[in-house]
Protein backbone atom coordinates (compact mmCIF):
# COMPACT_ATOMS: atom_id res chain seq x y z
CA UNK A 1 0.00 0.00 0.00
CA UNK A 2 1.56 3.37 -0.97
CA UNK A 3 1.77 6.58 1.09
CA UNK A 4 -1.13 8.20 -0.75
CA UNK A 5 -3.26 5.47 -0.04
CA UNK A 6 -2.42 5.20 3.68
CA UNK A 7 -2.84 8.64 4.20
CA UNK A 8 -6.79 8.39 1.61
CA UNK A 9 -7.56 5.44 4.31
CA UNK A 10 -6.88 7.43 7.20
CA UNK A 11 -8.48 10.33 6.13
CA UNK A 12 -11.94 8.10 5.52
CA UNK A 13 -11.71 6.57 8.79
CA UNK A 14 -11.06 10.12 10.38
CA UNK A 15 -14.47 11.28 8.25
CA UNK A 16 -16.39 7.59 9.86
CA UNK A 17 -15.53 8.69 13.18
CA UNK A 18 -16.88 11.96 13.12
CA UNK A 19 -19.85 10.79 12.03
CA UNK A 20 -19.75 8.32 15.11
CA UNK A 21 -18.99 10.94 17.13
CA UNK A 22 -21.85 13.29 15.77
CA UNK A 23 -24.33 10.15 15.93
CA UNK A 24 -23.43 9.39 19.53
CA UNK A 25 -23.46 12.93 20.61
CA UNK A 26 -27.21 13.28 19.20
CA UNK A 27 -28.59 10.06 21.08
CA UNK A 28 -27.00 11.42 23.90
CA UNK A 29 -28.82 14.61 23.84
CA UNK A 30 -31.83 12.38 22.81
CA UNK A 31 -31.82 10.04 25.99
CA UNK A 32 -30.97 13.01 28.10
CA UNK A 33 -34.25 14.86 26.85
CA UNK A 34 -36.00 11.82 27.86
CA UNK A 35 -34.72 11.44 31.10
CA UNK A 36 -37.32 13.81 32.93
CA UNK A 37 -40.17 12.15 31.63
CA UNK A 38 -38.79 8.22 31.75
CA UNK A 39 -38.61 9.24 35.94
CA UNK A 40 -42.31 10.45 35.79
CA UNK A 41 -41.51 13.91 36.41
CA UNK A 42 -43.17 16.59 34.18
CA UNK A 43 -40.28 19.39 33.39
CA UNK A 44 -36.91 19.36 33.69
CA UNK A 45 -36.83 22.17 36.94
CA UNK A 46 -38.42 19.36 38.78
CA UNK A 47 -35.55 16.53 38.19
CA UNK A 48 -33.27 18.73 38.51
CA UNK A 49 -34.80 19.54 42.12
CA UNK A 50 -34.94 15.43 42.43
CA UNK A 51 -31.61 15.30 41.28
CA UNK A 52 -30.48 17.93 44.33
CA UNK A 53 -32.63 16.58 47.33
CA UNK A 54 -31.60 12.40 46.31
CA UNK A 55 -27.61 13.95 46.13
CA UNK A 56 -28.20 16.06 49.12
CA UNK A 57 -27.63 19.30 47.68
CA UNK A 58 -29.59 22.21 47.27
CA UNK A 59 -32.80 22.97 49.80
CA UNK A 60 -34.75 20.09 50.30
CA UNK A 61 -38.39 20.13 48.89
CA UNK A 62 -41.31 20.42 51.39
CA UNK A 63 -42.01 17.06 50.89
CA UNK A 64 -38.38 15.84 52.04
CA UNK A 65 -38.74 17.99 55.05
CA UNK A 66 -40.88 16.25 56.68
CA UNK A 67 -40.50 12.61 55.54
CA UNK A 68 -38.66 10.88 57.91
CA UNK A 69 -37.27 7.72 56.18
CA UNK A 70 -33.99 5.81 56.50
CA UNK A 71 -30.88 7.84 55.83
CA UNK A 72 -28.56 7.03 52.85
CA UNK A 73 -25.61 5.25 53.57
CA UNK A 74 -22.36 7.15 52.37
CA UNK A 75 -19.54 5.64 50.33
CA UNK A 76 -16.82 4.28 52.62
CA UNK A 77 -13.70 7.12 52.78
CA UNK A 78 -10.80 5.74 52.19
CA UNK A 79 -9.02 5.07 55.85
CA UNK A 80 -7.28 8.17 56.77
CA UNK A 81 -6.05 9.29 60.17
CA UNK A 82 -8.48 10.93 62.24
CA UNK A 83 -7.61 14.85 62.27
CA UNK A 84 -6.92 15.61 65.37
CA UNK A 85 -8.77 19.40 67.04
CA UNK A 86 -6.76 22.50 66.96
CA UNK A 87 -4.30 22.52 69.78
CA UNK A 88 -4.70 18.88 70.48
CA UNK A 89 -1.81 16.23 69.04
CA UNK A 90 -2.19 13.70 66.73
CA UNK A 91 -1.59 10.16 66.99
CA UNK A 92 1.23 9.24 65.03
CA UNK A 93 0.68 5.09 64.63
CA UNK A 94 2.73 2.81 62.56
CA UNK A 95 -0.62 3.02 60.48
CA UNK A 96 0.37 7.09 59.52
CA UNK A 97 4.35 6.19 59.74
CA UNK A 98 3.09 3.40 56.53
CA UNK A 99 0.47 5.90 54.85
CA UNK A 100 3.34 8.78 54.89
CA UNK A 101 6.11 6.26 53.12
CA UNK A 102 3.17 5.32 50.80
CA UNK A 103 2.72 9.08 49.87
CA UNK A 104 6.29 9.95 49.66
CA UNK A 105 7.12 7.00 47.38
CA UNK A 106 4.12 8.33 45.44
CA UNK A 107 5.45 11.72 44.69
CA UNK A 108 3.76 13.58 47.12
CA UNK A 109 5.21 16.88 49.04
CA UNK A 110 5.09 17.27 52.68
CA UNK A 111 2.75 19.82 52.43
CA UNK A 112 -0.08 17.28 50.84
CA UNK A 113 0.75 14.29 52.90
CA UNK A 114 0.11 16.63 55.86
CA UNK A 115 -3.28 17.77 55.08
CA UNK A 116 -4.31 14.22 53.55
CA UNK A 117 -3.99 12.68 56.86
CA UNK A 118 -4.45 15.15 58.87
CA UNK A 119 -1.43 15.82 60.76
CA UNK A 120 1.15 19.11 60.91
CA UNK A 121 4.44 19.24 57.89
CA UNK A 122 6.81 18.97 60.87
CA UNK A 123 5.83 15.80 62.00
CA UNK A 124 5.72 14.50 58.27
CA UNK A 125 9.52 15.68 57.94
CA UNK A 126 9.98 14.03 61.46
CA UNK A 127 8.57 10.09 60.15
CA UNK A 128 10.20 10.98 56.97
CA UNK A 129 13.51 11.29 58.72
CA UNK A 130 12.57 8.25 61.41
CA UNK A 131 11.80 6.07 58.34
CA UNK A 132 15.34 7.14 56.60
CA UNK A 133 13.44 9.01 53.88
CA UNK A 134 15.84 12.32 53.98
CA UNK A 135 18.95 12.98 53.08
CA UNK A 136 20.86 14.41 56.30
CA UNK A 137 22.42 17.65 55.42
CA UNK A 138 25.87 17.96 54.35
CA UNK A 139 27.72 19.88 57.70
CA UNK A 140 29.56 22.75 56.61
CA UNK A 141 33.24 22.57 57.10
CA UNK A 142 34.55 24.41 59.77
CA UNK A 143 36.91 26.43 58.39
CA UNK A 144 34.83 27.74 55.54
CA UNK A 145 32.75 29.25 58.23
CA UNK A 146 35.02 30.79 60.43
CA UNK A 147 37.10 32.63 57.36
CA UNK A 148 35.49 34.87 55.36
CA UNK A 149 35.48 34.69 51.34
CA UNK A 150 38.07 36.35 49.90
CA UNK A 151 37.42 38.45 46.54
Known sequence: MSFIDQIAELTKAKAKLAQAE???AADRVSALSKLPADYGYA?????IKALKDAAGKGGKSK???GA???KAAKAPKAAKAPKAAKGKRAKITPEVK???KAMVDAGKTGQEIAKA???SAPSVQNIKKELGLVKARAAA????EA????V
Open 147 to 150: APAQ
Open 98 to 100: AEV
Open 43 to 47: NLNDF
Open 68 to 70: KGP
Open 63 to 65: AAK
Open 117 to 119: LGI
Open 141 to 144: PAAA
Open 22 to 24: AKL
